[in-house]
């Protein structure tokens, strides 16, 4: 059964109808990341397919008001035509159906997120659906605001746990005139993450700074955009050798698309950026197939089986993501230091303990 | 533990030393850098460590006392006004650099470290954004509690968007560490969500922060104009230029003339509106967006455009701007500062009701502002001598910022609500808004001892967690247990 509430306040009446009768709810967007975490006790599923209007875009502003069912590629066309853009770019699913708010509530995000951040950074108000009928908002839709608590950032990565995400307020970006990126291919992962370093503590203002690891084979890429795109990749060319790619497009759709799997595991790891070459050699020696951003240290590592996974985990931890069908795994390995902290702010946000038990860290 | 025994437990905790309870030497703590309020506790305590803090906290919970954390004491919203049956909890004392982690780009503080410390030790290769005009003084554990901003956060962003982990004290003596160096710690972001909570969920005791490589190069230039309209503008034009400059600061003509008779940078006295504008990043995108910006002053009727030649030229710019809150002596002997945050475009409308209201009230206000995100800072000027004076200027400026929250904006862009705007935040926030703060609070401080009566407009108690537990039909059939 499907719950698809078509205002914010018949979000907080369905889900409190949904307490009171012990039904536990799973939050769904586009669809195209049910399956992360761990698996859901859910029995019903609150779809956000009816809020998916653009309620303001302020251009002159640079910010816009969005209910949580837009859809991620629809809603950056709108803001190209104003030469804008939210500087979110994570694979969108099947369809290009993911939603801004199913992005904001897995913390998703792509390449940009060098420059511009995660959902966390660029999201300034959030409007959210309690399991008690609350509908609650916090910050704004100005860029700077210290009023009240972020609420922004405690949703953001939550999983649908704590509340149904209804609308969000972002920060918008100017589209770069121009892009460029210099290319640097190594089958040596060692060489791969000197490169990466020198790259990230070079004072270039790259948009994107990413890696990629397949077949005993591996590319840094560096992009470059603004005013003077093409001439800073091809500075970055004279000084660390590489080659650069001007129509480079499809070179990051890739990057994106590796992200995610229909037939592999996927693990999200979080490392420091220090050891991005004990991770590409991991990645090697279990035949990982791996994008990430070098210079931040989150990567996605797609294992083929089951012990490849145990071992990149041993070292670096990490979260499950995708999955074939039928495997069964544990999405988050430990219990996070402040579990018992979290699952206090579980109790007071979902006090009736249905919104997606199960599939958090900590088995929330 | 009664309060005396409370004291003396202190006392062993943090030594004579460290323990502050002459009523004399309790004065120089009654206001942080909000003076219109004073209140002295009923201790200070000095802890040298963060198991000190710890010990503390802990005494204070067994006593059911409540405390407030102090960092520099430059907050602007009286954050960090002590509590009358409270003990004050000073971190000066913590300003350890713990490392500097240059390879991963992180460095972890003590909280009583300063912001400028933290740019010095990862100089010169490395800065740390977030730049509060205090930041020569004001402490990191501050700049936590408040999510600081500065001049250079539109392109840069806030502290929020710059500390990667946290050692946190919560308000029951437990110590727990929230994130790390490494980004998306599994769980939620209760970094994000400590951040901005302004001394209210706990007390940092370590803080790791990320840090960046300081651009290549700096351009920086101060336009010139007839009429804060003419400025903001140009403010409007390279905005939507799709330019993105690390600061855009305006100051009207009181603003000016303040500053310049302080500090004597050379501004101009005919000027209705200065405006400072810096880019930053790689040279050859910094060379042809500077040209545009002073073609899009031009554009906007600049009066005179000057482009820093130099670091000297540049710093004499900057002095200006980060002298206006003192300078504004010379005019005022007392004033009152407003934070309010309004979407750019509406700008100029707002600022013609600033105009209206100075006629109106008879009273001369100084507009400094982040031209960039909208955040202004109007200097309400009155004469303290005068009864009633006080109160007509905090009623004007509260004028301002509710013109601000119905343009869309905020009651507060960097200083914090704290004591100082808490009336305000029901313009901004619904009961059903402040009830989902109210959770997360409760979440961290169920007691309410952590600087309680800030922030939230009136008393809250938490009780205990809302709503009936029900066993969820899994539960029943024994398939699923609760965590």
């Known amino acids: 059964m499907i719950l698809e509430p078509a205002s914010y306040e018949e979000a907080g009446e369905l889900l409190k109808a949904s307490a009171e009768v012990a039904r536990a709810v799973r939050p769904v967007g586009g669809g195209t990341k049910l399956g992360w975490g761990g698996p859901t006790r859910a029995d019903l599923d609150v779809s956000t397919a009816s809020l998916s209007a653009i309620c303001e875009h302020n251009a002159g502003d640079l910010t816009a008001v969005l209910e949580a069912g837009a859809r991620l590629g629809h809603v950056q066309d709108v803001f190209a035509e104003a030469g804008q853009m939210l500087a979110l770019d994570p694979p969108l699913g099947a369809d290009d159906a993911a939603t801004i708010g199913g992005i904001v509530a897995a913390g998703d995000s792509g390449p940009l997120r060098h420059r511009y951040g995660a959902p966390r950074d660029l999201v300034i108000g959030i409007t959210v659906a309690l399991s008690d009928g609350t509908v609650a908002k916090s910050g704004g839709k100005v860029i700077k605001n210290v009023a009240g608590y972020d609420l922004g950032k405690l949703f953001s990565g939550s999983f649908g746990t704590l509340g149904l995400i209804v609308g969000v307020a972002v920060r918008l970006h100017p589209r770069p005139a121009t892009r460029a990126t210099a290319l640097f291919r190594s089958d040596a992962p060692d060489a791969l993450a000197r490169t990466a370093a020198a790259l990230a503590h070079a004072p270039l203002e790259l948009e994107a700074l990413d890696v990629r690891w397949e077949h005993g084979r591996g590319a840094v890429l560096a992009r470059a955009a603004g005013a003077a795109a093409l001439g800073r990749a091809e500075s970055m060319v004279e000084r660390w050798g590489g080659e650069v790619i001007e129509a480079d497009d499809a070179l990051w759709a890739s990057q994106r698309a590796g992200q995610r799997s229909q037939d592999g595991i996927v693990l999200r790891v979080s490392a420091l950026p220090a050891r991005l070459g004990r991770l590409l050699e991991v990645a090697d020696r279990t035949g990982a197939r791996l994008v990430g951003r070098a210079g931040l240290g989150v990567a996605w590592a797609t294992l083929p089986d089951v012990a490849a996974l145990n071992e990149v985990r041993r070292e670096f931890g990490g979260v499950v993501l995708d999955r074939p069908p039928g495997v069964e795994l544990e999405a988050w390995e430990h219990e996070p230091p402040a579990a018992t902290l979290m699952r206090r702010v579980k109790e007071r946000f979902d006090p009736a303990g249905i919104l997606n038990p199960g599939v958090f860290a900590g088995g929330i | ?483």
């Open chain 2, 1 to 483: 533990m009664d309060a005396d025994g409370l004291i003396g437990r202190l006392a062993e905790i943090c030594g004579p030393e460290g323990t502050v309870t002459h009523p004399h030497q309790l004065r120089t703590y009654e206001s942080d850098g909000l003076l219109q309020y004073r209140v002295s506790p009923r201790a200070v305590v000095l802890p040298s460590s963060a198991h000190e803090v710890r010990e503390v906290v802990r005494a204070c919970f067994g006593a059911g006392v409540p405390w407030v954390a102090r960092g520099a004491g430059t907050g602007l919203s009286g954050g960090a006004l002590p509590h009358e049956e409270g003990i004050l909890i000073v971190l000066s004392r913590l300003r350890r650099i713990v490392e500097v982690d240059l390879e991963n780009q992180r460095i972890v503080v003590e909280p009583g470290v300063t912001n400028l410390e933290v740019s010095r030790a990862v100089g010169p290769t490395h800065f740390y954004p977030p730049d509060p005009s205090s930041q020569v003084v004001c402490s990191i554990g501050g700049n936590v509690a408040e999510n600081s901003g500065g001049a250079h956060c539109f392109k840069y962003g806030f502290t929020t968007n710059y500390v990667t982990g946290l050692e946190v004290v919560l308000p029951d003596g437990e110590r727990v560490e929230l994130g790390g160096k490494e980004l998306d710690p599994p769980g939620y972001d209760l970094v994000g969500a400590f951040v901005g909570s302004e001394g209210t969920l706990g007390v940092a005791t370590r803080v790791t922060l990320r840090v960046v490589p300081v651009p290549e190069t700096v351009r920086t230039l101060v336009a010139f104009f007839g009429h804060t309209d003419e400025a903001g503008q140009a403010v409007t034009e390279i905005v939507a230029a799709g330019i993105v400059p690390a600061a855009i600061e305006m100051m009207d003509r009181l603003a000016i003339q303040a500053t310049e008779a302080a500090t004597h940078a050379g501004y101009r006295l005919d000027a209705g509106a200065a405006l400072i504008v810096e880019l930053d990043g790689p040279e050859a995108e910094c060379a042809s967006r500077l040209d545009e910006v002073v073609a899009l002053c031009r554009v906007a009727e600049a009066i005179e455009v000057r482009v820093a030649r130099d670091e000297i030229e540049r710093e004499l710019f900057w002095k200006a701007r980060r002298a206006a809150f003192g300078a504004m002596g010379r005019i005022s002997t007392t004033y009152y500062v407003q934070d309010s945050v309004l979407p750019r475009t509406r700008l100029p409308e707002v600022l013609r009701l600033i105009d209206e209201l100075s006629a109106e009230y008879g009273m001369q206000i100084a507009n400094v502002f982040h031209a960039g995100d909208g955040n202004l800072h109007p200097l309400v000027c009155y004469d303290g001598r005068t009864p009633g004076e006080a109160e007509r200027a905090e009623e004007l400026a509260g004028r301002i910022v509710k013109a601000c929250v119905d343009a869309g904006g905020s009651i507060t862009g960097e200083h914090g609500v704290g004591i100082d705007k808490k009336h305000y935040m029901p313009s901004m926030f619904s009961e059903p808004d402040l009830d989902a703060f109210q959770r997360l609070r409760c979440s961290f401080d169920p007691d309410g001892l952590a600087n309680p009566g800030k922030v939230m407009p009136t008393p809250r108690l938490c009780g205990e967690v809302p709503g009936p537990y029900r066993q969820h039909p899994l539960e029943r059939e024994g398939v699923a247990e609760r965590m």
